[in-house]
């Protein structure tokens, strides 16, 4: 997984339940980020050097940017690692069950709104579209789910649909 070329980072892929149905959260980025502002991603970010691993790294995050602290998640899986196309980070995504009635509170300096988004929105092929796009002569997909007025796409988009894939 190593690549001295890209910075290591991870997220948190957060699934809940919330009245009944199963919800993934987004945060909508701050437009006075450095990287990736004004998108919607997951809690997440750059290892920094007092993170052990990556894993201690996407709860750091989580924590900073919706304070969840790391007692309220259970991490059930790790989905496939990839690397961002827009800068130089590859990103390790890991899924964590969060408990029942979880709290979410959005950092300002960091994010500026969050989406609780149902399971079921995200799997109805009218919000879904693919386009491609070359990436280094090569051909690749690109995701993106539109869901009431804002647009999941890039590594979001990749990642929300390995996560659907591996759920049906």
Do not use: C
């Not at 709290?103 to 693919?130: G, Y």
């Not at 386009?131 to 995701?143: L, R, T």
Request: aromatic share 10%; no cysteine; charged share 25%.
């Amino acid at each position: 997984m190593e690549d001295p070329t890209r910075a290591p980072a991870a997220v948190i892929v957060p699934l809940f339940q919330r009245n009944g149905e199963w919800h993934l959260l987004f945060t909508h980025r701050s437009e006075n980020l450095q990287h990736h502002s004004n998108e919607i991603s997951f809690p997440g970010g750059t290892m920094e050097p007092q993170d052990p691993d990556l894993l201690a790294t996407a709860l750091r995050e989580l924590f900073e940017e919706v304070a969840v602290p790391v007692e309220r998640v259970e991490i059930i899986g790790r989905l496939k690692v990839w690397r961002t196309i827009s800068s130089f980070f590859l990103v390790v995504p890991y899924v964590g069950l969060l408990q029942p009635d979880t709290k979410f509170q959005a950092n300002p300096l960091e994010v500026a709104e969050l989406l609780e988004v149902p399971l079921k929105e995200l799997q109805d092929p009218a919000i879904f579209r693919v386009e491609d796009m070359v990436v280094d002569q090569k051909v690749i997909p690109v995701y993106y789910y539109q869901w009431r007025s804002h647009t999941i796409w890039g590594l979001t988009g990749r990642i929300v649909k390995t996560l659907l894939d591996l759920l049906q």
